[in-house]
């Protein structure tokens, strides 16, 4: 029984706070936010003692591994503190909003020898994860291109919240990044963005932007293309193709429930899921399992803190290839 100190009780750390207090293998310790009162109400439906001091949480000998959960600006911070503590983090993905800091972590972290996840749950993905799979048993051949579409539901984020969160290429887009990268079997080399404030002009005012159009050179010599929006009116909207020598893998766009209606002239079938929980709330049950796994010292397949620097690394020099349009190179940090 793995006790878990969980750093944010917000969106997602209240996801993970379920599945921890669902999971057989572990107990919710602790729960941390700066905002107590959250952490107090989390706490009191899943388990555990509630703070606003992470170091209280992590000097507790019952804490064996930690989740961080908090707003991408605080990921720096809070995970230096695990590295420094010795327990094994699965750290939410972006690592952080700044590839200085990102740096810094995975400099800490193999010098401390802490094994670091970081949360792409979507490689969990039933879909995905057989794309992948079929990729590396030759199905298709030699990777030439990849695309990608990531079209959120409404609401779209407050403009505010980029602030706290990184902005819409690096939230969106580490899943993305990374996904690419897992498929391609292939290091990311340069990228290009174009993008704009197509549903709310408000993002400007932050230096983001809600719609985007990404392309990306890998070293194996494979493209990907990405498409990127806060609003999918029709529902939670992904996809992702690859593209090879001997043939196309498709991870289609999956609708809600498998169910058509036909009538004569007609069929109606079921459209998208409502939001992106609604569609990956599987794969985060299995994140977890695979992380205790880890954290029990057992070799697993999960998202490491280099994965998570390199969808970083991608996302900050997107970020300089939008604000000054051109191609920019991907320093090698990971
Ligand atoms: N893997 C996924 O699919 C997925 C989905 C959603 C969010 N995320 C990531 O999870 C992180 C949190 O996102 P969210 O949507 O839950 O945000 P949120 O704003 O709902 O919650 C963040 C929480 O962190 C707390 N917090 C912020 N700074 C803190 C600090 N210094 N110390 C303690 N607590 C602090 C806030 O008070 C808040 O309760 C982000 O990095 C986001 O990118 C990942």
């Not at 094994?115 to 490689?123: I, L």
Request: with cysteine; proline share 3%; glycine share 10%.
């Amino acid at each position: 029984m793995i006790g878990i100190a969980l750093f944010g009780a917000g969106t997602i750390g209240r996801i993970h706070a379920r599945n921890v207090a669902a999971d057989p293998g572990c107990a919710l310790r602790w729960v941390v936010d700066r905002d107590l009162g959250r952490a107090e109400a989390l706490a009191a439906q899943h388990g555990g003692r509630a703070t606003d001091d992470v170091a209280r949480a992590l000097v507790d000998d019952g804490v064996g591994a930690v989740i961080i959960g908090s707003s991408t600006s605080a990921h720096r911070e809070h995970l230096m503190a695990c590295i420094a503590a010795g327990r094994p983090t699965l750290c939410e993905k972006p690592v952080s909003d700044d590839l200085d800091d990102a740096r810094r972590c995975i400099e800490a972290a193999n010098k401390a020898g802490v094994r670091v996840a970081v949360g792409f749950n979507r490689r969990y993905d039933a879909h995905h994860r057989a794309v992948h799979l079929r990729i590396r048993e030759g199905a298709i051949g030699k990777v030439e291109m990849l695309h990608l579409v990531s079209r959120t539901n409404p609401p779209a984020p407050a403009p505010a919240s980029v602030q706290a969160s990184g902005g819409m290429l690096r939230e969106k887009g580490a899943h993305h990044y990374d996904l690419a990268a897992w498929m391609a079997g292939a290091e990311p080399v340069e990228v290009f963005a174009a993008g704009d404030c197509l549903v709310d002009p408000g993002y400007s005012a932050y230096g983001d932007v809600d719609t985007a159009v990404l392309t990306l050179r890998f070293d194996s010599g494979a493209l990907a293309s990405f498409s990127f929006s806060r609003r999918a009116a029709h529902g939670f909207e992904e996809m992702i193709e690859v593209f090879g020598s001997e043939g196309m893998l498709e991870s289609r766009r999956q609708p809600a429930l498998g169910v058509a209606l036909w009538t004569k002239g007609s069929m109606n079938e079921v459209g998208l899921h409502g939001s992106w929980y609604e569609r990956f709330s599987p794969t985060y049950e299995e994140e977890l399992r695979q992380f205790l796994r880890l954290a029990a010292g057992e070799s697993v397949e999960i998202a490491t803190l280099s994965d998570g620097v390199r969808a970083q690394a991608v996302a900050e020099a997107a970020i300089v290839a939008l604000r000054q349009r051109g191609m920019q190179r991907i320093a090698k940090i990971w």
